[in-house]
């Protein structure tokens, strides 16, 4: 079955960290950026990061730089988010997604044609 799989959200205190998985089956990443990105209730669908598949560069959104490293591991076929200094702002639902083969790393949702569930991270004390 071919899909892409969150894990690693929950519930963590404002100044914690949570790590992000997403695995995928049924492919390999190698060919494919890969871009996380959240939803807040009531919000639009946003990117927050994403990684090259050719020399694995990487671009942020400005409100979680310095915070979040997004990193791959294809032999895992695996991609990670790692979120630190967390906010109750980043709460939101998480989700990891892949380019067309080929493409280049963006934020932007149009240019991501295949979805992973979700996972919801909560921010709170």
């Known amino acids: 079955q071919v899909q892409l799989v969150e894990s690693g959200g929950g519930l963590v205190q404002p100044g914690g960290s949570l790590r992000l998985s997403c695995v995928a089956s049924?492919?390999?990443?190698?060919?494919?950026?890969i871009g996380w990105f959240r939803q807040a209730p009531g919000k639009e669908r946003e990117g927050v990061s994403c990684?090259?598949?050719?020399?694995?560069?990487?671009d942020y959104a400005d409100s979680v730089k310095g915070r979040f490293t997004i990193s791959r591991d294809n032999a895992k076929n695996t991609v990670y988010l790692q979120m630190n200094s967390l906010k109750p702002e980043d709460t939101a639902v998480y989700y990891c997604?892949?380019?067309?083969?080929?493409?280049?790393?963006?934020?932007?949702?149009?240019?991501?044609?295949?979805w992973g569930q979700g996972t919801q991270v909560t921010v709170s004390s």
């Open positions: 997604a892949t380019t067309p083969p080929g493409s280049s790393c963006s934020q932007e949702v149009y240019e991501y044609d295949f």
């Open positions: 049924g492919f390999t990443l190698d060919y494919y950026a």
């Open positions: 990684i090259s598949s050719s020399d694995g560069s990487t």
